[in-house]
């Protein structure tokens, strides 16, 4: 019951609109019990005319007329709570959406690094489904079913203990039977969850690289993977409505047993006259009116254990501790003449050992600093750490003197704009990919294009700004997804920039556009390049070169060049590479 009392704490801000519910519920409630009992004068009345030539006809239309108004409130009354109903759902929905991702907003990056976001968001509309379930089911039964069933017991008791007491008895039973068969069908919910967010998980990763699966003719195994998943689901079902439909039976089974007891004893009574024909038809639709409680209860017990079950992995998102904090506490302005310094930093992965090996560097104001060596050597790891994206194992990082541990995460990355090595867009329009993060005017976001040499392929689309890219800019190539990067680089102006492999997927052309637009991004800024390709570090001012985590040299490109290492020997090998291609097709 640990996440259910959560559900309870987490649903807080909504108590007043539960109790607003509840109420009106109960109001309800009383009103379709106030019917049996005056349908109880009603036939007194009828039979008293009948036996005795008497009785009051207008008392008898008096009778009719309040049962048919206080249907009809009761009616109203039903109508309003379930608007209520509905507003409760939306502001509960809204609210467990919002805790969710405000938590998934501040993780740290290592969270995403073991996670899929397709189980993200299946975990997350799951724990909406079941939480969202177990409040509606709270204050449209619980409370409402338990004071029903009080009350209904007492009237029984007044008329008929014998009634009373075998109606009672119907409640344990039932309960009995439903609890321990929702607690069996919870433990398989728990194991059916962990496949059904592997399906998902998987179907999404394989929509989002649909490209790789086609080009590789996958279809068939990534289909068989996902069918033999969803076999294992059907399975773990079919053990859930096998023991579902047998306590079911249980449950009926022993309702009818308990019912003919009842019956035999009303009409009994009836017959020896003990029991008016009034109280009989009261008795009856009283016990009508038990078995609805009666089944409340066992489907909120089913609710309750599938709470239980199914916002299990919901709260241990939320359980998970957050390490940054995004709502701004104060404008945060930009570093002049940054400086970027590592001082012995070390590093290392959850999952590996000594990524970074005691790096220092210095990087100062308006340099240009290439980051060069073989691919694993940490060239990345130390771009995740000047965005602040993890933390070191030991030693500092210093931005213009000031210690990253004395910086939040805003104030960090305010002062940088990374133009990525993958072409990071989002599915919506060019305007809104260049202006992402800056309230801009449209002025400023064609300059930004003009200035990325990208404003002339942007003005030919059909709906220019307000064309859609696609998902991951799919509807644009390579070239222009660069340029696009680079426009929302230089709209940010952040007096630091990171190019990650800005041009390594790009053909000659394609690579020469998009660095005309790098020239006019980086001027006056401090810049840190990854690059493989060495004709794209040509003008750095310094090199940083790694090997195994390490830094093992350090110098302008024309030094490291002429001495042996592992930068002249990577040189080495471009130009022996460039040099056959030339030979082979006799270019000079």
């Not at 206080?70 to 507003?87: C, K, P, Y």
């Not at 009989?280 to 089944?295: D, E, G, S």
């Not at 310094?542 to 390490?550: N, R, T, Y």
């Given at each position: ?18 109790v ?12 379709e ?5 005056l ?13 005795h ?8 239309i ?17 109508a ?6 509905d507003?409760?759902?939306g502001?509960?929905?809204?609210l ?19 996670e ?6 299946n ?6 489904v ?12 619980i ?7 009080i ?12 009634t ?17 068969s929702?607690?069996r069908?919870?433990?398989e ?10 399906s ?14 086609k ?6 195994n ?18 859930q ?13 022993s ?23 009034g ?12 078995r ?8 909120i ?16 998102i939320?359980?998970l ?19 970027i310094?590592f ?17 220092s ?13 073989p ?13 602040k ?9 210093f ?8 910086l ?12 990525f ?6 599915s ?25 040499n ?20 799919v509807?644009l190539?390579?070239?222009?997804k660069?340029?696009i990067?680079?426009a929302?680089?230089?709209l940010k ?16 052309k ?32 310094k ?34 590479g460039n ?10």
């Amino acid at each position: 019951m640990k996440n259910i009392l959560r559900i309870i704490k987490i649903s807080r801000p909504l108590y007043s609109l539960v109790v607003l519910i509840a109420f009106l519920i109960l109001l309800t409630a009383a009103l379709e019990l106030v019917s049996p009992i005056l349908s109880k004068y009603i036939v007194d009345e009828i039979v008293s005319r009948i036996q005795h030539k008497g009785g009051d006809s207008s008392r008898l239309i008096f009778l009719i007329a309040l049962v048919f108004i206080l249907s009809t409130i009761s009616v109203i009354f039903t109508a309003i709570t379930e608007r209520i109903g509905d507003h409760f759902a939306g502001r509960l929905r809204r609210l467990l959406t919002e805790k969710f991702y405000d938590k998934v907003l501040t993780l740290p990056q290592s969270y995403y690094d073991s996670e899929i976001s397709g189980k993200i968001v299946n975990q997350l509309n799951r724990g909406i489904v079941t939480i969202q379930g177990f409040i509606n089911v709270s204050t449209n039964f619980i409370l409402p079913s338990i004071l029903q069933s009080i009350f209904t017991i007492a009237v029984l008791a007044y008329y008929n203990i014998p009634t009373a007491i075998f109606t009672f008895l119907l409640f344990p039973i039932y309960l009995w039977i439903s609890y321990y068969s929702s607690k069996r069908w919870a433990k398989e919910e728990v194991e059916k969850n962990k496949y059904e967010d592997i399906s998902r998980g998987r179907i999404q990763e394989v929509i989002s690289n649909i490209k790789v699966v086609k080009s590789f003719s996958n279809e068939r195994n990534e289909y068989n993977l996902v069918s033999q998943t969803l076999k294992k689901i059907n399975e773990i079902y079919a053990r859930q409505s096998n023991t579902f439909h047998f306590f079911d039976f249980l449950r009926n089974f022993s309702l009818t047993v308990v019912l003919l007891i009842i019956n035999l004893i009303i009409f009994y009574g009836a017959f020896q006259g003990t029991l008016t024909i009034g109280e009989m038809v009261l008795i009856l639709q009283l016990i009508n009116q038990a078995r609805r409680p009666l089944f409340a209860m066992s489907f909120i017990l089913t609710q309750v254990q599938m709470a239980e079950s199914g916002s299990k992995e919901f709260f241990e998102i939320l359980n998970l501790k957050s390490t940054e904090d995004y709502i701004l506490k104060g404008k945060t302005a930009l570093v002049t003449n940054p400086t970027i310094e590592f001082k012995n930093v070390n590093f290392n992965y959850e999952t590996s050992k000594n990524v970074l090996k005691d790096v220092s560097f210095k990087i100062e104001n308006k340099e240009i600093v290439a980051l060069v060596g073989p691919s694993g050597t940490g060239k990345t790891t130390i771009v995740n750490l000047i965005m602040k994206f993890y933390e070191p194992t030991s030693g500092d990082i210093f931005l213009k003197n000031k210690n990253y541990q004395e910086l939040s995460h805003f104030a960090v990355r305010n002062n940088i704009a990374l133009v990525f090595q993958e072409n990071e867009l989002f599915s919506s329009t060019i305007r809104e990919n260049v202006a992402y993060g800056n309230k801009a005017a449209e002025k400023e976001i064609v300059n930004a294009l003009k200035l990325a040499n990208a404003y002339d392929f942007v003005k030919k689309l059909p709906k220019g700004l307000d064309s859609l890219v696609g998902e991951r800019g799919v509807r644009l190539s390579g070239g222009q997804k660069q340029r696009i990067q680079i426009a929302r680089a230089i709209l940010k102006n952040s007096p630091i920039l990171i190019l990650d492999e800005a041009t390594s997927s790009l053909d000659a052309k394609s690579e020469r556009e998009v660095q005309l637009g790098l020239e006019n991004l980086m001027k006056d800024k401090l810049v840190i390049v990854i690059a493989h390709r060495f004709s794209t570090i040509q003008n750095v001012h310094k090199v940083i070169v790694l090997d195994k985590g390490e830094i093992v040299d350090y110098g302008n490109p024309k030094e490291l060049s002429t001495r042996p290492g592992v930068y002249s020997d990577l040189l080495r090998y471009q130009v022996e590479g460039n040099k056959k291609l030339l030979e082979q097709f006799e270019i000079y």
